[in-house]
C-alpha cells in the first residue's frame, strides 16, 4: 500500500504503521534511552539533592561527592546519547534497522551500567571505564556498519571490498582522532609552560 493518499498527500496513518513495522527496534531504543536519561538519572539527582538539602539552583561546585557524581553522570549521558542515537538511526536508515536496534539495546544496557557504577563508587576509574569502553566500541560498530552499507549500496562495492574499504574508513577516523588528541595534548603544554614563565 503506498503511503501516499489518492490526492497525492501523505497518508500519516500508513506512513507510521510502516514506519514501526520497519523501525521498531531503534524506536524502543530510543523510548528506553529516553526513560534511562530523563526519569532514572534525573530522579538520582533529585534524590541526591533532596537528601543533601542541596536545593535548587545550586549546581555542582562545593556539593557532596554523591550529588557531584549523580550530576556528573547525568552530564556524561547526555554527552554520549546524542552521539549514539544519531549513529543508531543513521545505521537504521540505512537499511540495517534489527542490527541498529540491538546494538542500541546493548549500549543502554551498558550506560546503564555506567551511570550505576559511576554513581555509587568514588574514584574508582578502572570500575567506570569497564563500561565506558564498550559504549565506545558499540557506536564505532556503528561507524563502520554505515560506512560499510554506503560503499556497497553508493559505489556498488562487494561486501568483501566494502567490508574492507570501511574498515580502512574507520581505520582513518581513528588516526584523525589521535593526531587530534595529540595536537591538542601539545597546545596544553605549550601553554602550561607559557603560563609557568610568566609567574
Given at each position: 500500500?503506498?503511503?501516499?493518499?489518492?490526492?497525492?498527500?501523505?497518508?500519516?496513518?500508513?506512513?507510521?504503521?510502516?514506519?514501526?513495522?520497519?523501525?521498531?527496534?531503534?524506536?524502543?531504543?530510543?523510548?528506553?534511552w529516553l526513560i534511562q536519561y530523563g526519569m532514572i538519572?534525573?530522579?538520582c539527582i533529585g534524590a541526591s539533592r533532596t537528601y543533601?538539602?542541596?536545593?535548587?539552583?545550586?549546581?555542582?561546585?562545593?556539593?557532596?561527592?554523591?550529588?557531584?557524581?549523580?550530576?556528573?553522570?547525568?552530564?556524561?549521558?547526555?554527552?554520549?546519547?546524542?552521539?549514539?542515537?544519531?549513529?543508531?538511526?543513521l545505521c537504521a536508515l540505512c537499511g540495517l534497522p534489527?542490527?541498529?536496534?540491538?546494538?542500541?539495546?546493548?549500549?543502554?544496557?551498558?550506560?546503564?551500567?555506567?551511570?550505576?557504577?559511576?554513581?555509587?563508587?568514588?574514584?574508582?576509574?578502572?570500575?567506570?571505564?569497564?563500561?565506558?569502553?564498550?559504549?565506545?566500541?558499540?557506536?564505532?560498530?556503528?561507524?563502520?556498519?554505515?560506512?560499510?552499507?554506503?560503499?556497497?549500496?553508493?559505489?556498488?562495492?562487494?561486501?568483501?571490498?566494502?567490508?574492507?574499504?570501511?574498515?580502512?574508513?574507520?581505520?582513518?577516523?581513528?588516526?584523525?582522532?589521535?593526531?587530534?588528541?595529540?595536537?591538542?595534548?601539545?597546545?596544553?603544554?605549550?601553554?602550561?609552560?607559557?603560563?609557568?614563565?610568566?609567574?
Amino acid at each position: 500500500m503506498s503511503i501516499l493518499a489518492a490526492t497525492g498527500h501523505l497518508n500519516l496513518d500508513t506512513f507510521s504503521a510502516e514506519f514501526i513495522k520497519a523501525f521498531w527496534a531503534p524506536t524502543a531504543v530510543t523510548v528506553a534511552w529516553l526513560i534511562q536519561y530523563g526519569m532514572i538519572d534525573f530522579i538520582c539527582i533529585g534524590a541526591s539533592r533532596t537528601y543533601f538539602k542541596w536545593g535548587f539552583p545550586k549546581g555542582a561546585e562545593g556539593a557532596p561527592e554523591p550529588l557531584c557524581r549523580a550530576m556528573r553522570v547525568h552530564m556524561n549521558q547526555l554527552e554520549n546519547s546524542n552521539h549514539m542515537l544519531f549513529t543508531m538511526w543513521l545505521c537504521a536508515l540505512c537499511g540495517l534497522p534489527r542490527f541498529a536496534g540491538a546494538f542500541g539495546a546493548l549500549w543502554v544496557a551498558v550506560r546503564c551500567m555506567y551511570g550505576f557504577k559511576y554513581r555509587m563508587t568514588q574514584g574508582n576509574l578502572k570500575g567506570i571505564l569497564q563500561f565506558t569502553v564498550p559504549s565506545y566500541v558499540i557506536v564505532q560498530t556503528f561507524y563502520f556498519m554505515i560506512a560499510q552499507r554506503i560503499l556497497k549500496v553508493a559505489f556498488n562495492f562487494d561486501d568483501f571490498k566494502s567490508y574492507i574499504a570501511a574498515g580502512g574508513v574507520v581505520l582513518t577516523a581513528y588516526l584523525l582522532m589521535l593526531g587530534t588528541a595529540m595536537l591538542q595534548s601539545k597546545h596544553c603544554g605549550v601553554w602550561d609552560k607559557s603560563q609557568k614563565k610568566e609567574q
